[in-house]
């Protein structure tokens, strides 16, 4: 007879948190493009030509991009149920 004691160490998974993305994809639409302009300017302090500093300027843009197009929920939505047929899909 053979006898064995064994301790299992259980680790949960951690969950990745999806991060927020700025809807950028709303730009195409005429009044949010209007106003992204009109704040990205008034954030620059009303120049034609962006500054030399490159991350500065990229810093403004997001930011501006940000408070103005929103962000999405951050939540990443995975169902693979485009595969399923009406019956199941009932």
């Keep these: 007879m053979v006898v064995c004691r064994m301790t299992l160490v259980v680790r949960k998974m951690k ?3 999806a991060e927020q993305r ?10 949010c493009c209007v106003v992204f302009r009109e704040e990205l300017r008034q954030a620059l302090g009303g120049q034609e030509v962006l500054p030399d500093y490159w991350t500065t300027t990229a810093n403004v843009i997001r930011e501006t991009g940000s408070r ?3 962000g999405s929920s951050g939540r990443k939505v995975d169902k693979e149920t485009w595969w399923w047929n009406e019956e199941v899909q009932e």
Excluded: S
């Design 15 to 17: 969950r990745t948190k």
């Design 22 to 31: 700025t809807k950028w994809w709303k730009l195409k639409k005429e009044e």
């Design 68 to 70: 103005v197009l929103g």
